[in-house]
């Protein structure tokens, strides 16, 4: 079933949504939580909650792409997640994702209150500046969490070309910021 005919079945309240999006969707969203969250338990947490977050929200939301929809909600559930799990604990495998993003993204306590819609539109220009495969590299790095081993097998390339690309592609996003009046 298509993405189309899924929000569809979300619009006239159908249990089938549920299922359909489950179907197309649900190995995608484990697998972001997993990334995040290092647990199956609470992946599977997460990906459920997905469900209902996706069918609370739509409507009134109609998502343009269905696939990055629901890959946001369940990037920001396993975050709340992982943040309660581990608010006591400073040394965190997120925090090397993050802290890899420092010197890019503004000032913040957090990198994600800090990514408003200015923010947020300056790095969507950004990443379509980079070629494709930058770009998904970049995606899966920091969006995806995926580590730098597993990006190395995806992209048949080696572990120090991946870091030497993800490095480059962070000093040109800062550029980037930098040129669009974005203060870091």
Excluded at 9 to 24: D, G, N, W, Y
Excluded at 117 to 142: C, E, K
Excluded at 154 to 159: M, Q, S
């Amino acid at each position: 079933m298509n993405d189309k005919d899924i929000v569809q079945l979300f619009f006239e309240r159908s249990q089938q949504a549920v299922t359909e999006l489950s179907q197309k969707y649900g190995k995608l969203c484990f697998h972001i939580a997993l990334n995040i969250l290092k647990c199956n338990e609470d992946a599977e947490e997460c990906e459920n909650d997905t469900y209902l977050k996706t069918w609370n929200s739509i409507p009134p939301n109609e998502p343009i792409c269905l696939r990055a929809y629901v890959s946001r909600i369940v990037r920001n559930l396993a975050l709340s997640q992982y943040r309660y799990n581990h608010r006591q604990m400073r040394d965190s495998h997120l925090q090397v994702y993050l802290s890899e993003l420092q010197d890019c993204i503004p000032a913040s306590q957090d990198v994600e209150a800090s990514a408003d819609d200015t923010v947020n539109s300056a790095i969507q220009a950004f990443l379509s500046t980079l070629d494709l495969s930058t770009r998904a590299l970049f995606i899966q790095r920091y969006f995806y969490m995926e580590s730098i081993s597993i990006l190395s097998k995806k992209f048949r390339i080696k572990e120090s070309n991946v870091s030497t690309k993800l490095n480059r592609t962070r000093l040109k996003l800062k550029q980037y910021l930098e040129r669009e009046g974005i203060t870091l």
